[in-house]
């Protein structure tokens, strides 16, 4: 189909539908962003409060439990915090560009502004075929980047869990021995 033969409303309403699918994905990946900074705080916190304890109270069989548990609390809680620190995702801001590339900014591509007096030219629907072609792409790209983030933050909440329940049962190790 050429653009002579395109439906003017069909192209326009897939380019506003193509820019509100891209502003949800960027909003989920902020979203994400925030629980990821909630959970690193958290274990953060909950590291610098359980990492100044001193020594091993307990003799023994219970000693040896205590090392083992409460070093693995200390070392989950940490990879709990790594990984949900949003600082170590590659961040990708998405251009708005006629040709494909990887984008650095936000902005328009160089070739873009460049352009602009020969695009005045061409048909609207073409430009506008050609921008949401683009920001399919885009889609795909901040998609890829969310995945990640649900990845990491399902796996940050494991760690975290599972350092808090060691955390638990050094306090009854505690608890009872004493």
Same mark, same amino acid.
């Given at each position: 189909?050429?653009?002579?033969?395109?439906?003017?409303? #069909?192209?326009?309403?897939?380019?506003?539908? @193509?820019r509100w699918m891209l502003e949800e994905e960027r909003a989920?990946?902020? +979203?994400?962003?925030?629980?990821?900074?909630?959970? #690193?705080?958290?274990?953060?916190? @909950?590291?610098?409060?359980?990492?100044? @304890?001193?020594?091993?109270?307990?003799?023994?069989?219970?000693?040896?439990?205590?090392?083992?548990?409460? #070093?693995?609390?200390?070392? *989950?809680?940490?990879?709990?915090?790594?990984?949900?620190?949003?600082?170590?995702?590659?961040?990708?801001?998405?251009?708005?560009?006629?040709?494909?590339?990887?984008?650095?900014? @936000?902005?328009?591509?160089?070739?873009?502004?460049?352009? *602009?007096?020969?695009?005045?030219?061409?048909? #609207?629907?073409q430009v506008e075929r050609r921008i949401t072609a683009t920001?399919?792409?885009r889609i795909e790209e901040q998609r890829a980047g969310n995945?990640?983030?649900?990845? +990491?933050?399902?796996?940050?909440?494991?760690?975290?869990?599972?350092?808090?329940?060691?955390?638990?049962?050094?306090?009854?190790?505690?608890?009872?021995?004493?």
């Open positions: 189909m050429t653009s002579g033969d395109a439906n003017p409303e #069909t192209v326009r309403a897939l380019l506003d539908e @193509t989920e990946g902020a +979203r994400l962003d925030t629980r990821l900074a909630v959970l #690193t705080g958290f274990a953060g916190l @909950t590291l610098a409060l359980i990492a100044p @304890t001193f020594g091993n109270p307990l003799p023994g069989v219970s000693g040896i439990f205590f090392d083992v548990f409460y #070093t693995g609390a200390l070392l *989950l809680l940490a990879l709990a915090a790594l990984l949900s620190a949003s600082v170590l995702f590659k961040v990708k801001i998405i251009w708005l560009d006629l040709a494909p590339g990887n984008p650095s900014r @936000t902005g328009a591509g160089e070739e873009l502004l460049d352009e *602009l007096g020969r695009l005045s030219d061409e048909p #609207t629907m920001l399919a792409e995945d990640l983030r649900w990845t +990491r933050f399902r796996l940050a909440v494991l760690a975290l869990v599972s350092a808090l329940l060691l955390v638990a049962a050094v306090a009854i190790l505690v608890l009872f021995a004493l």
